[in-house]
């Protein structure tokens, strides 16, 4: 106390005795504001603050061969109004690190439209059709990085951690290297990625990732407070959180600036001494991707075809995976569909990885919200109870054997539970998402959904997977309108289940690899 008593003495002495410029740099707790530039300046006895009258101030310094660290998921939490005013500047040459890249017209896709950006470093391409013309055109590198990866990576450059270890992407491209991220014109690889050491720990492979640091980060926050403070609503807050941290210079745009005080200290999710310059954003279009909200009660059901009635079997026997008090993750299309068929009697917690637990049913029109979507982009809702979170504490559940079940689809899986589902090389590419952080936890139960057979009745249950892989020997489960495989990571597929009027005979006729019958094999059950 009597450090505190003398502390507090001189410091009244020193502000008696000191005027001018230097006297402004001794305030801390409630910063004074001043105009030039455009910006007013809180400041510290260390940094600045800046308070920035528009966007097109706050971005105007940004040079050519600046890699940005871009906020957002899908289009939701974008800061759209700095992305609109770096898109004036002409600034080219760029690397931007982001989730995604917004979509053809909007977000980040204007920066990929006038050739701004040089490289992405993300984990999704989407629905982004320029993106993924460049990328294949050889006109756009692209590092395509898992997304627990990346938000990790983020995190750990902002924390001051070179380098950490994970298992995602053990025994994919992402480790053995090679992965192109350019093409050359005529289709073949100008660059590709490097590998990556590998190390085992208590008998598990896992390989070294590097951490991501930026030079500007372009955030979008809900409100800050005037000493620097922000915070975020709802999924806005995704990547937006962990970028704060990772960069030179973070640029925070808000909807509202509020006095200090506004924030009970304990509700803020950035404290000020991350945030570099903030503006207040004029208008937001906030565009959704997918509204998506419940049916009418008298909508009138479509009639149903017969890929309808291939999908709704394997949902219903999908739904049957799920217990009492469980925590999962559904991936998009089958496995979120599945969750319409739980048991009335059972509670399950649903988690997405853009950072919500506790994911609710679509919302009627009037309950539509843009800072409210799941990973697949869609608005929802959530129920009583639900908590919201950054991505990179999201992949820390999915990552730390949190979840109990982990369901989505497939292009191919392996006898010894391989995956792949998400590239095609040369053709399709829409980048792995968060899928191969989901398969990477050896306590979570993975089950794969997915139509027997592709198109043509070409095989996609296999020997060896011949598309590059999710993830390795991952697979605890297949459940196809067919047939259900339980798969034992060395002895191979089991088949336990098998759709009525079919017999094993029938399943091994449109499976490419054998596999065991069960003594106990039954017809396969529907909810």
């Known amino acids: 106390m009597a450090a505190f008593k003398a502390l507090y003495r001189a410091e009244n002495i020193l502000f008696k005795n000191l005027s001018g410029p230097g006297r402004v740099k001794l305030i801390l707790a409630y910063p004074k504001l001043s105009k030039a530039c455009g910006c007013y300046f809180s400041t510290s006895s260390q940094r600045s603050l800046k ?36 898109l004036k500047t002409g600034v080219k040459g760029l690397t931007a690190v982001s989730n995604n890249a917004g979509v053809d017209n909007f977000g980040l896709g204007l920066l990929l439209k006038t050739k701004q950006i040089k490289r992405m470093i993300s984990s999704y391409v989407g ?21 627990g990866t990346l938000a990790e990576k983020i995190r750990a450059g902002g924390a001051g951690i070179p380098a950490f270890f994970t298992p995602t992407g053990y025994g994919t491209l992402i480790q053995e290297g090679g992965a192109p991220i350019k093409y050359n014109k005529d289709g073949s690889i100008a660059i590709a990625s490097e590998k990556r ?23 979008k926050a809900w409100k800050a407070d005037k000493a620097g403070n922000i915070i975020f609503r709802k999924t806005a ?25 506004t924030f009970a200290a304990e509700d803020i999710h950035i404290p000020s001494i991350y945030v570099h310059r903030i503006v207040q954003g004029e208008s937001y279009e906030k565009r959704i991707e997918k509204r998506t909200v419940q049916k009418k009660q008298d909508e009138k059901p479509k009639p149903k075809k017969d890929s309808d009635i291939v999908r709704e079997r394997i949902i219903r026997r999908a739904a049957l995976e799920f217990e009492d008090g469980m925590y ?46 799941n990973a697949g982009k869609e608005t929802v809702t959530v129920l009583p109870g639900a908590a919201y979170f950054a991505s990179d504490e999201s992949f820390g559940m ?18 010894y539970g391989d995956l792949a589902n998400w590239m095609i090389p040369g053709k399709m590419v829409k980048g ?57 990571k060395t002895k191979g597929l089991t088949l336990i289940e098998v759709a009525e009027g079919l017999t094993p005979d029938d399943i091994k006729a449109c499976t490419g690899t054998d596999f065991e019958v069960s003594p106990n094999l039954r017809t396969m059950q529907q909810t």
Not at 127 to 147: K, S
Not at 197 to 219: C, P, Q, S, W
């Open 51 to 86: 308070f920035c009258s528009d966007p097109a101030d706050a971005v105007k310094d940004i040079p050519n061969g600046s890699t940005i660290l871009v906020g957002g998921f899908g289009l939701c939490g974008i800061p759209e109004n700095l992305i609109n005013s770096l």
């Open 127 to 147: 629905e982004n059709a320029e993106f993924e013309r460049q990328y294949l055109a050889g006109e756009l590198e692209v590092e395509l990085t898992p997304q």
């Open 197 to 219: 050491e590998v190390k085992e720990f208590n008998g598990r492979h896992y390989i070294m990732e590097k951490a991501i640091t930026g030079d500007y980060a372009l955030v």
């Open 237 to 261: 807050r995704n990547f937006n959180q962990p970028m704060c941290k990772a960069a030179k210079t973070t640029i925070v745009e808000v909807e509202e600036v509020v006095d200090v005080g």
């Open 328 to 373: 999962a993750n559904l991936g998009i299309g089958i496995p979120t569909l599945a969750s319409n068929f739980i048991k009335p009697d059972i509670t399950v917690h649903f988690q997405s990885e853009n950072g919500i637990l506790g994911l609710g049913p679509y919302p009627t029109e009037d309950m539509v919200d843009a800072d409210l979507i």
């Open 398 to 415: 999915i990552r730390g054997g949190h979840l109990n079940l982990t369901m989505l689809g497939a292009m191919q899986v392996s006898k």
């Open 432 to 488: 792995m998402g968060g899928a191969m952080d989901l398969v990477s936890s050896a306590g979570t139960k993975v089950v794969v959904t997915m139509e027997h057979s592709a198109k043509g009745g070409k095989h996609k249950i296999l020997e060896k997977c011949n598309l590059p892989l999710t993830g390795k020997q991952c697979v605890d489960r297949i459940i196809t309108e067919k047939a259900v495989f339980d798969v034992d």
